[in-house]
C-alpha cells in the first residue's frame, strides 16, 4: 500500500508542478511552433518525379534487377548533355547531375529514373526526357548476363595473376633470376591485356538492351510538408517545456534543501 500512496504522491506532485508552470510550458510550445513556422515558409518545396525503364524480358534475356554499373549507363555526362540540348529541357547537364538519380529498380529488371526539383513540372520532364533519351542511345543486343559474365571472367583472370606476381615476388632470388624475370615481364603484359578485357566488358554493360519506358505523369511532394514541420515544432516545444519546468522546480526544492 505504501508503494502505491509513494507513487500517487509524485505523479500528483509532477501534474502539480505542471500546473504551477503552465505558463512556461505555454511560452515554449508556441515559440517552438513560431520557430517551426518561420523555418517551413524558408525552406524550398521539393517535388520528385519518377520515370521507369524496363530492360528486355524476352527468352533469355534479365529476369533480375538490374545492377548499378549498368544503371549508371543513364547517367552519364554524355547522355545529360544529349538532354540538355533540347529546347524544352531549359537546364544544362551539369544541373541535371545533381537533379537527376537513377536507381535499380527493385521489383523489375528495369532502372527507376528519378527528378527532384522546385518546379513540378520540371521534374516530369527531365525524368521523361533522360528515360527517353537513354532508351534511344542504349540499344545493343548483348544481354546483361553475357556482359556480367565477362566482367567475372577478367577480374578471375586479373586476381589469378596478381597472385602469381606476389609469390614470384616472395620467392628468394627472383630479382636475379632471368626466368622469374621474364615470368614476371610476361605475367605485367597479361595483366594489361585482362585490364583492357575488363574495361571492355564494363563498357558492354551499358550495352544493355532496354526495351520501353514507363514516362512519369506527376511528381509527389519530396520535402517535408508545413504541417509536418509544425507537428514536430509542437511536440518539440510541448517536451522542452515539460523539461523545463520540471528543471526548474528541481532547482527551487534543492536552494530550499541548503536554506532550510
Known amino acids: 500500500m505504501s508503494i502505491h500512496f509513494d507513487s500517487t504522491v509524485r505523479i500528483a506532485d509532477v501534474i502539480g508542478v505542471l500546473w504551477t508552470r503552465k505558463w512556461i510550458i505555454l511560452a515554449v510550445t508556441v515559440v517552438s511552433v513560431v520557430l517551426g513556422l ?10 520528385r518525379a519518377t520515370a521507369s525503364v524496363l530492360f528486355s524480358t524476352e527468352p533469355g534475356s534479365i529476369s533480375q534487377p538490374v545492377p548499378q554499373a549498368t544503371v549508371d549507363c543513364f547517367a552519364t555526362p554524355g547522355l545529360f548533355k544529349s538532354v540538355a540540348a533540347q529546347k524544352s529541357i531549359g537546364v544544362t547537364a551539369r544541373q541535371l547531375g545533381s537533379i537527376v538519380s537513377v536507381s535499380p529498380d527493385s521489383m523489375t529488371p528495369g532502372a527507376v529514373v528519378s527528378a527532384r526539383t522546385t518546379d513540378p513540372q520540371l521534374a516530369v520532364r527531365l525524368a521523361n526526357a533522360v528515360a527517353a533519351q537513354g532508351l534511344r542511345v542504349y540499344k545493343k543486343t548483348d544481354t546483361l548476363h553475357q556482359a556480367l559474365a565477362a566482367v567475372a571472367v577478367s577480374r578471375r583472370k586479373i586476381a589469378t595473376i596478381d597472385g602469381a606476381l606476389r609469390e614470384i615476388s616472395s620467392s628468394a632470388g627472383a630479382s636475379s633470376n632471368p626466368a622469374a624475370v621474364a615470368g614476371t615481364t610476361l605475367l605485367r603484359l597479361q595483366r594489361v591485356d585482362a585490364q583492357a578485357q575488363l574495361a571492355a566488358a564494363r563498357t558492354e554493360l551499358c550495352g544493355v538492351r532496354p526495351s520501353s519506358v514507363t514516362p512519369a505523369a506527376s511528381s509527389q511532394l519530396a520535402s517535408p510538408s508545413r504541417t509536418t514541420i509544425v507537428l514536430w515544432a509542437l511536440l518539440i ?9 520540471v528543471g526548474l522546480d528541481q532547482l527551487r526544492r534543492s536552494k530550499d534543501i541548503k536554506i532550510g
Request: no cysteine.
Open 38 to 47: 518561420a523555418w517551413s515558409s524558408r525552406i524550398p518545396r521539393e517535388y
Open 237 to 245: 516545444g510541448l517536451v522542452s517545456g515539460v523539461l523545463l519546468a
